[in-house]
Structure formats: structure tokens, C-alpha cells
């Protein structure tokens, strides 16, 4: 036998030209890519955890500690004992940051609070950002009462304050390096969204603001310490607290008893409700289901109206000449020309149905009808075929409706 030799040299040749076609489009692929592209850095926030994401004040805390300020941050100003927690004790030289809505204050904290600033205490806090006016005065808030502190309504906000701050060389200058070697005093927007106020009997030291369209910073003395009241503190939060401008601003609110004693933030105790929270974030849970539960509903509710159209005038008048004349045989003891009727009319359709079952009688008509009704008890059938004694209304009744009902199923 002769071997045939294979055409191996054909098929190497072929293979390396797909693979020369394959490398040059790669290449043409990628120089296409580095020719329209240009590969850049971003920088992508995480989403915080832990104490971050529960403390707005996280950052500020970050920043006093490196600063060598002893800083304690809690959720409750706790000048109370409870069962759970004891008092927390203020110094005569401390500071406490009251981030939260003041009226959550009780009068007994307030008396206590106030005492503790008239000793030499510093107290930041806030005007309350929405609430009930009576006669131009915010209630629930005893600590505003105490201040004799008077916030503005929301229709009289006087728009944003501009705060005026220098840029050092290492702050991002739009001006570029030329600009960015000296330092340059810049605009900075705040106080855009608070709850400006009025000074109803107190003399501030220091304020910012006027009478007409309210204050947004009052530095109030009492005793030997002071009260500073904003109508937003915004500022300190870890979002608005990486401008520099926030950053002075904070530094200059805390200054009175800077690393003379401890920096207490509390920050906010009040929690959104469960139905608030559902249905500000959990919408595209409950707004499909919410649309399922109403087409289910659509379709097992009740249809109003007949499912059938109503018979004609003459059909109707005709049926109710019928019912009266059969009620009026009835009343008049003709009840068994009405059953004799109704029989006929289940024999007549059972001899065009089972003329074998028409035919016969007795038992053996009872087998077959049962054969034929098994549903139906036998002794009801039986009865049913049997004319109902005189005046007997119920079995009368019962008989007849057997009768129709067998009739129909026929």
C-alpha cells in the first residue's frame, strides 16, 4: 500500500497568516484605545462606617485630638444620672458643643447647663430649624426662653452670609502658582439654610448680623463664661468641615476655652421615625409591592352591576305575570297544579335525555337516575318525584327546587 501524504505545509502556512491577521488587529485595537483615551486617577469617597457614620462631628473630634484638645463625644449631654448611664461632669473651663435640636432639653438640664456657664463653662449651640411660634416666641425650647433668644420665622430669612478668609499657598488657588505663592482673601458662602434669631433682652459681645433680618452668630456673657448661639451649625460637620473657611470659623467659635479643659460634642440624640426612614429610602421596595397589592385588589374586587344584560321590558313584565300568577295558585291551595307542572317538565326532558330512565319505575329508575345524579342523595331524588302533602310549605319548596335543579342538569 501507498501512504497519501498530508498537505501539512498548506495548512502550517494557513494558520500562521490567521495568527499575523489576529496580532495585527490586536495591535490596531490597541493603539486605537491609547490614541482616544487617556487613562486618569479619580478619587472615590467610601461610604463611612462605624463612629463616622453615626457622629457628624467625627471629623471635628479627628481634628481637636490632633491638636492635643482632650475631646469626649457622646450622644446624650447626660448631666443627669439614669439607670444605664451616670452623669457626665463639666469642668469650669470646659466647652460643650450642643449639635442637637435644643429644645430636646429638659428645664431642670437647662437650669443646670446655664449655671455651669455662669462658673466659666463655654456652650455652642443652635436656633432649632423648624417649629410652632406663639406671639413670635418658639415652643418647647425653655433654653432659647432662658437666653432671651427669639427665633425669626422661616418667610423672613435674609439669605446667605459671606465670611471673608485668607488663602495660604497651600490651600487650591484658581489662580495657579503665581497666585497661589501669596495669600489672597476669598469669599466663603454660610448660613444659607438656618434658623436666624433676634436678641430680645440680651447684649451680645460679639454678633453677626442685624435686627431687621436676624442674627446668625451672638456670643452672649454669662458669669464668667459665654453662650454662642447660630442658626446653623452645619459648619462643624464632617461634610463642610474640610473648608478652610469652616475650619476658622470653628476654630474662632471654640477659642474661649481652647485646651483649657475638655470639648464635650454632643451630637444629635433624636433618631427619623421607622415610617419616615421607610419612606424616604425603602421606596423601591414598598412602591412595587404597593402596586401589586392594588392589582390584586383590582382584580379579586367585587364588579358592580350584572355580569349578565338585563332582559328586555316585554321578557320582564312576562316573567313577573308568571311569578304572580304561581304565587296567587299557591295562596289559593292549587299548590299541587304547581308541582304537577314542574314534574312534567323533568319528565318530559328526561325521556328526550334517558328515555330508558323515563321508562321504567320504581327501584330501578332510582338505580339509574342515582347513576346519573350521584351527587344527589337518593332519598332526595326519591322524594323529590313524590307529590308533597298539603300545606307542607318546606317540603313543597324543597321539592321544587330538586325538581329544577335535577331538570337543569338533564
Known amino acids: 500500500m501507498t501512504a497519501i501524504p498530508r498537505k501539512s505545509g498548506a495548512r502550517g502556512s494557513a494558520i500562521a497568516l490567521w495568527c499575523v491577521l489576529a496580532a495585527v488587529v490586536i495591535v490596531a485595537v490597541v493603539a486605537w484605545v491609547n490614541h482616544n483615551y487617556v487613562r486618569v486617577e479619580r478619587t472615590v469617597k467610601l461610604p463611612r462606617v462605624g463612629e463616622a457614620r453615626s457622629n457628624p462631628l467625627f471629623a471635628l473630634k479627628v481634628a481637636l485630638v490632633k491638636d492635643g484638645v482632650v475631646v469626649n463625644a457622646r450622644r446624650n449631654l447626660q448631666l443627669f444620672p439614669d439607670r444605664d448611664e451616670p452623669a457626665v461632669p463639666l469642668g469650669a473651663r470646659d466647652t460643650v458643643v450642643l449639635y442637637n435640636d435644643p429644645r430636646t432639653l429638659q428645664p431642670r438640664e437647662v437650669t443646670r447647663l446655664l449655671s455651669w456657664v455662669e462658673g466659666g463653662g463655654h456652650l455652642v449651640m443652635r436656633t432649632p430649624s423648624d417649629g410652632i411660634f406663639t406671639r413670635g416666641r418658639l415652643q418647647g425650647a425653655p433654653l432659647l426662653e432662658a437666653l432671651e433668644l427669639a427665633p425669626k420665622r422661616q418667610n423672613e430669612h435674609a439669605g446667605c452670609q459671606t465670611y471673608l478668609h485668607a488663602n495660604s499657598a497651600d490651600d487650591d488657588d484658581p489662580g495657579g502658582p503665581a497666585e497661589a505663592s501669596r495669600a489672597s482673601v476669598h469669599e466663603h458662602v454660610m448660613f444659607c439654610g438656618g434658623q436666624r434669631f433676634t436678641l430680645a433682652g440680651a447684649n451680645p459681645v460679639h454678633s453677626w448680623g442685624d435686627l431687621r433680618a436676624g442674627y446668625v452668630f451672638a456670643r452672649i456673657a454669662r458669669g464668667r463664661g459665654s453662650v454662642d448661639v447660630l442658626s446653623d451649625l452645619a459648619l462643624m460637620s464632617s461634610d463642610d468641615l474640610e473648608s478652610r473657611a469652616d475650619q476658622e470659623f470653628t476654630r474662632q467659635l471654640l477659642a474661649p476655652n481652647y485646651r483649657a479643659g475638655t470639648i464635650h460634642l454632643v451630637y444629635a440624640v433624636q433618631m427619623p421615625s421607622l415610617w419616615r426612614t421607610l419612606v424616604e429610602r425603602s421606596w423601591m421596595a414598598w412602591a412595587p409591592l404597593l402596586?401589586?397589592?392594588?392589582?390584586?385588589?383590582?382584580?379579586?374586587?367585587?364588579?358592580?352591576?350584572?355580569?349578565?344584560?338585563?332582559?328586555?321590558?316585554?321578557?320582564?313584565?312576562?316573567?313577573?305575570?308568571?311569578?304572580?300568577?304561581?304565587?296567587?295558585?299557591?295562596?289559593?291551595?292549587?299548590?299541587?297544579?304547581?308541582?304537577?307542572?314542574?314534574?312534567?317538565?323533568?319528565?318530559?326532558?328526561?325521556?328526550?335525555?334517558?328515555?330508558?330512565?323515563?321508562?321504567?319505575?320504581?327501584?330501578?329508575?332510582?338505580?339509574?337516575?342515582?347513576?346519573?345524579?350521584?351527587?344527589?342523595?337518593?332519598?332526595?331524588?326519591?322524594?323529590?318525584?313524590?307529590?308533597?302533602?298539603?300545606?307542607?310549605?318546606?317540603?313543597?319548596?324543597?321539592?321544587?327546587?330538586?325538581?329544577?335543579?335535577?331538570?337543569?342538569?338533564?
Open 291 to 410: 402596586l401589586a397589592f392594588a392589582a390584586w385588589l383590582w382584580l379579586r374586587m367585587q364588579r358592580f352591576g350584572p355580569r349578565l344584560p338585563a332582559p328586555a321590558d316585554e321578557r320582564r313584565s312576562l316573567l313577573e305575570h308568571i311569578m304572580a300568577s304561581g304565587e296567587h295558585a299557591y295562596r289559593y291551595g292549587y299548590a299541587h297544579l304547581l308541582y304537577d307542572a314542574v314534574r312534567e317538565a323533568f319528565l318530559a326532558r328526561l325521556r328526550r335525555r334517558d328515555p330508558q330512565a323515563a321508562a321504567l319505575t320504581g327501584a330501578p329508575q332510582m338505580a339509574l337516575l342515582q347513576a346519573r345524579f350521584p351527587d344527589v342523595p337518593a332519598a332526595q331524588i326519591r322524594d323529590a318525584l313524590m307529590a308533597p302533602f298539603a300545606n307542607d310549605h318546606a317540603s313543597f319548596r324543597s321539592r321544587i327546587a330538586t325538581l329544577i335543579r335535577l331538570r337543569n342538569r338533564l
